[in-house]
């Protein structure tokens, strides 16, 4: 059996191509190969319905992006956003069983939110068996929720640690990561979320594209597992310049009908006093 390294060569080699020729798409779905040859090396398919295995990741630093770009946080900063993203589990759970009963928390991760007015709002990322939500940072109110069948892609940015989630019945949103964030089992305890590489070691949180790549890799486990365990989100890497916010959809270029439903409105996150 080849090693690990030599394995992931060719798909390392096209996605390098890819890039060098400027065939973005190519370039996006080659990584996305290479992502699912890296899990089956790793062992790290997740079948039957079973989630993914949790490790705890070496220690290390993060890069927080979004209110403050290029801001280094250092390892005690990094534990403390873990420790509040912890604590918060809980809480998040309660509101959940309130408003959504039914719904398993299976992770939940500290991102920044750019709304349409150019505002950063700091917020809470959960993610259940149906749905992502909006929760606010300090007292956890769900703002907004996202429900799996309305994403229709995702659109991540090589380097910055921002994502999309394109909702067309909706709106965009626009999101940077700050966090690699923590799963969550169904006893409710929380343990930092990692992804495994081509040699079974932790893919490192530290780097901008791997803090963002934790959240989609966490997205896509539960989308998976709500279609059956096979189907998953289309995820394409923006790598043109100029930021994501030129590939957002805003208010006003989707359909009124959803926009303003009497659904939707208990998970306002328009206002911006949190």
């Known amino acids: ?102 719904e398993r928390l299976a992770y939940v991760t500290a991102v920044n939110k750019k709304n349409e007015h150019g505002k950063v709002q700091a917020r809470l990322l959960a993610i259940t068996n149906a749905a992502v939500y909006n929760v606010t940072y300090k007292d956890c109110k769900l703002k907004r929720r996202i429900a799996f069948e309305a994403i229709a892609s995702v659109t991540s940015e090589e380097g910055s640690g921002s994502f999309v989630l394109h909702v067309p019945r909706e709106y965009d949103y626009l999101y940077t990561a700050t966090n690699a964030g923590v799963a969550v089992d169904a006893d409710g305890r929380a343990a930092e979320y990692t992804i495994k590489g081509g040699a079974g070691a932790a893919l490192p949180p530290a780097s901008p594209e791997f803090v963002a790549a934790h959240v989609i890799d966490a997205l896509q486990c539960m989308y998976a597992l709500s279609q059956g365990g096979s189907q998953q989100l289309p995820v394409r890497t923006f790598a043109r310049g100029g930021g994501l916010a030129q590939v957002v959809q805003r208010k006003g270029h989707s359909q009124e009908s959803v926009r303003f439903s009497s659904n939707q409105y208990q998970y306002d996150d328009d206002d911006d006093d949190d």
């Open 1 to 102: 059996k080849a090693p690990p390294s030599m394995a992931l060569a060719p798909y390392e080699s096209a996605v390098v191509q890819a890039r060098r020729d400027g065939r973005w798409a190519d370039a996006s779905e080659d990584l996305e190969r290479w992502l699912q040859a890296a899990r089956q090396l790793a062992g790290d398919v997740t079948t039957g319905g079973e989630r993914p295995a949790v490790n705890t990741p070496a220690k290390g630093r993060f890069f927080m992006r979004g209110k403050s770009p290029g801001e280094n946080l250092d390892e005690g900063s990094s534990n403390a956003v873990n420790v509040h993203i912890k604590e918060r589990v809980a809480k998040i759970q309660r509101h959940l069983a309130k408003q959504a009963a039914g």
